[in-house]
T-cell receptor
Framework: QKEVEQNSGPLSVPEGAIASLNCTYS??????FFWYRQYSGKSPELIMF????GDKEDGRFTAQLNKASQYVSLLIRDSQPSDSATYLC????????????FGPGTRLSVLP | NAGVTQTPKFQVLKTGQSMTLQCAQD?????MYWYRQDPGMGLRLIYY???????DKGEVPNGYNVSRLNKREFSLRLESAAPSQTSVYFC???????????FGPGTRLTVL
């Protein structure tokens, strides 16, 4: 079992819809969870992070964490074509940087 | 604030040549990282530095060396480049308590 799993996609949603991106992780002791956006040919850009069970909202983005199910998701409301990118889930297994593990990413396509 | 900078942006090497990739950050972060990103493999940690003067191996350290020159700078050296080292290299930095990582723009390296 891979440490951090994501559907590779592509996930296609129409403009204005809610995009839902999912991530599961295997290490039950993981401490914090991150979502990055990566445009083609560019570097990963931090969207947000979450470390407590529940929801965390930042503008059009909501991260959801369920530690019991070892599941973290990212919702993008009112999706725009500019949201089309690969979304990387990352998990920090403790609070030290070297135990950061990235998932393979989900490619999102928002159709005008 | 420039954030994390990397040089060069692109490089072509012949097998057996050596080179150093440079990285600098101006966010006063203690931790710095070198990753490589390959299609289908995601981001993989090469080396990590928790603070000035310390370095640790990551998931794929073979064929690389690093130097944490000071708090700002972290360089990655390929002593004898191989075609398997063709990749995109990203430098990142982070700070406690959650160690969310911030990435540089990347170096696209081709080894012929």
């Amino acid at each position: 079992q891979k440490e951090v799993e994501q559907n590779s996609g592509p996930l296609s949603v129409p403009e204005g819809a809610i995009a839902s991106l999912n991530c599961t992780y295997s290490d039950r002791g993981s401490q914090s969870f991150f979502w990055y956006r990566q445009y083609s040919g560019k570097s990963p850009e931090l969207i947000m992070f979450i470390y407590s069970n529940g929801d965390k909202e930042d503008g059009r983005f909501t991260a959801q964490l369920n530690k019991a199910s070892q599941y973290v998701s990212l919702l993008i409301r009112d999706s725009q074509p500019s949201d089309s990118a690969t979304y990387l889930c990352a998990v920090n297994r403790d609070n030290y940087g070297q135990n950061f593990v990235f998932g393979p990413g989900t490619r999102l396509s928002v159709l005008p | 604030n420039a954030g994390v900078t990397q040089t060069p942006k692109f490089q072509v090497l012949k097998t057996g040549q050596s080179m150093t990739l440079q990285c600098a950050q101006d966010m006063n972060h203690n931790s710095m990282y070198w990753y490589r990103q390959d299609p289908g493999m995601g981001l993989r940690l090469i080396y990590y530095s928790a603070s000035e003067g310390t370095t640790d191996k990551g998931e794929v350290p073979n064929g690389y060396n690093v130097s944490r020159l000071n708090k700002r700078e972290f360089s990655l050296r390929l002593e004898s480049a191989a075609p398997s080292q063709t990749s995109v290299y990203f430098c990142a930095s982070s700070e406690a308590p959650h160690n969310e990582q911030f990435f540089g723009p990347g170096t696209r390296l081709t080894v012929l």
